[in-house]
């Protein structure tokens, strides 16, 4: 059986532009100028920046190819492909692909590992984790790039799976993990007339079932998320070039952008709630900080301090439990919960439900 080996398999992935600048590469060393030359003969208009610019690139994804300089004064960098002893690269590849694969599989079991494992047992897996973020940390290959580009957030409700459109998804996940810009038809609703941007992909996280592409806009500057469900066409652009926010991480965008809307700074709630809130979360804490006391005469009431984030999934588990407790404080955010339950109030008592004309939260 043949085995195959990290340049091997990610060639099985490369766009047809990447292939043949690989082989020229394997004909002879080649100027970002020849290489140019050779692909607009072969039909792909590709900007010697934009060569620049991915040579480096096929590099760290483990295509054995090096940058030389040639002649005196002036010095012309070329590109030539690096051979390599057929032991050593069918051994070590070989095992490369398949640590890489298991550490995967590692960090992804991990979360799981520490809520589900026996007490006993929590820790002893410990140096495997580290050890698997190690490697999918400092590697380039697709497990480890798809490692550092994906996310999974927990859902505020149950949402079924959408179906995604495949060739969609596949055009998306290949511009990810190839740092390349893409345009897409996005649908904002459902009944919307689907609007046409460019964007370079910066990640992919999945809330529950439901997957999102974090992506920088290259007209508006911005970067958001938007369901890939909504996306209905992915163009690939060889020759538009991508742009990437310096300061961008996406387990810090996830945190204050893609976890739940956010209304402002964590607050310090303060509320009397009864006692079947306080057994919900006497273990299960609503945030940090919790603190449950005795209020009133009544025994079955209880007033609780805990600091928690201004959310949309904080405002909506109060709602649920509204007749079963009542908000103190922060004085601005008591009145805005307020404010809300009279206006379901209105929605449940009258024949029509009516749209108010301000937003209540994130007005």
């Not at 060639?11 to 600048?21: A, C, F, P, T, V």
């Not at 970067?223 to 909504?230: F, G, H, L």
């Not at 273990?283 to 301090?305: C, M, S, V, W």
């Not at 928690?308 to 009542?326: C, E, F, G, H, S």
């Amino acid at each position: 059986m043949k085995t195959i080996g990290n340049s091997e398999a990610n060639n099985m992935s490369l766009h047809e532009r990447d292939k043949l600048i690989l082989e020229l590469l394997r004909e002879e060393p080649r100027s970002y100028s020849e290489l140019e030359l050779l692909l607009k003969e072969r039909g792909f208009n590709y900007s010697k920046r934009s060569i620049e610019r991915r040579l480096p690139k096929l590099k760290l994804q483990g295509h054995p190819i090096v940058k030389l300089t040639k002649g005196t004064g002036h010095k012309r960098h070329v590109w030539k492909w690096q051979k390599r002893p057929t032991n050593e690269a069918s051994g070590n590849e070989e095992q490369q692909i398949t640590e890489d694969y298991q550490a995967l599989a590692i960090a992804l079991a991990e979360r799981y590992w520490s809520i589900a494992a026996l007490p006993e047992r929590e820790k002893s897996l410990s140096k495997l984790f580290e050890e698997a973020h190690e490697q999918l940390t400092h590697s380039e290959s697709r497990e480890a790039r798809w490692y550092k580009k994906a996310r999974a957030v927990e859902p505020s409700h149950w949402l079924k799976e959408p179906q995604l459109k495949k060739h969609v998804f596949d055009t998306i996940r290949c511009a990810l993990l190839r740092e390349e810009p893409i345009r897409i038809s996005y649908k904002s609703h459902n009944r919307d007339t689907p609007y046409k941007v460019t964007v370079t992909p910066l990640g992919i996280f999945f809330r529950g079932r439901v997957a999102y592409l974090i992506s920088h806009d290259h007209d508006s500057r911005v970067t958001r998320n938007r369901p890939i469900s909504r996306i209905v066409e992915a163009q690939e652009l060889l020759t538009e070039p991508e742009i990437i926010p310096n300061d961008f991480d996406i387990d810090a965008y996830i945190k204050s952008n893609a976890e739940s809307i956010t209304y402002g700074e964590p607050i310090r709630l303060k509320a009397v709630i009864f006692d079947s809130v306080e057994r919900e979360i006497a273990e299960a804490h609503l945030g940090g900080n919790q603190a449950i006391k005795p209020y009133g005469t009544d025994k079955r009431f209880k007033l609780l301090e805990v600091d928690v984030p201004y959310t949309l999934d904080v405002i909506q588990w109060l709602l649920a439990r509204a007749a079963y407790l009542k908000v103190l404080e922060p004085i601005a955010f008591k009145e805005k919960f307020e404010e809300e339950i009279r206006r379901m109030y209105i929605n449940a008592t009258s024949e029509a439900p009516d749209v108010p004309r301000k937003r209540n939260y994130g007005a």
